[in-house]
């Protein structure tokens, strides 16, 4: 008897573990289809994010968490240009996306950045409270985004008060 009840156990840890693996890996995620503005920077005029060229636009997103956004492209839009019209960010960090996702290496998009053979922009501030979408660009045009966590929302999910020139999280608007 003892044997059943620990065979029937496992069995049940096993199927747990396989459920667990599909949801986290292949259930929440969508590939998106892109719209005409799909990848927008945020300008050093005016602030505002518009709209730039791409193409072999590829990406993913899910309902289930602000962060799991994850993009491929490839953009026309000189190296010069946009490094001169589009506000960079400094320490952006890519996020791991799920394996069957092969065009986006967060690892070796971090290191570029890191090493300067790729520049990090700040594509929409608070595209969700707390939420901003950064783009990973390199001279060859490759692309890449993810959404990345605020210094206002790290300290609001955190559950202290909203910081001095944070916006309001009723609202998400600066």
């Not at 008897?1 to 573990?17: C, D, P, S």
């Not at 290191?111 to 660009?137: H, K, T, W």
């Amino acid at each position: 008897m003892g044997r059943i009840v620990i065979g029937l156990l496992l069995m049940f840890a096993l199927a747990a573990a396989v459920a667990m693996y599909y949801l986290q890996v292949y259930a929440f995620y969508d590939e998106m289809s892109a719209d005409g503005d799909a990848v927008v920077l945020t300008t050093l005029f005016d602030g505002q994010p518009e709209p730039i060229l791409y193409e072999n636009f590829s990406n993913i997103d899910s309902n289930s968490s602000p962060i799991r956004y994850r993009a491929c492209f490839e953009t026309p839009t000189s190296y010069a240009l946009l490094t001169e019209t589009y506000v960079v960010v400094e320490a952006a960090e890519p996020k791991i996306a799920p394996g069957w996702f092969d065009c986006f290496d967060a690892e070796a998009i971090g290191q570029d950045l890191e090493s300067g053979d790729a520049v990090a922009f700040m594509g929409i501030e608070n595209v969700d409270y707390g939420i901003d979408r950064i783009v990973a660009v390199y001279p060859d045009g490759r692309a890449f985004a993810w959404h990345e966590i605020n210094a206002c929302g790290e300290v609001v999910f955190d559950g202290d008060p909203v910081p001095e020139g944070c916006p309001d999280p009723a609202t998400g608007l600066n």
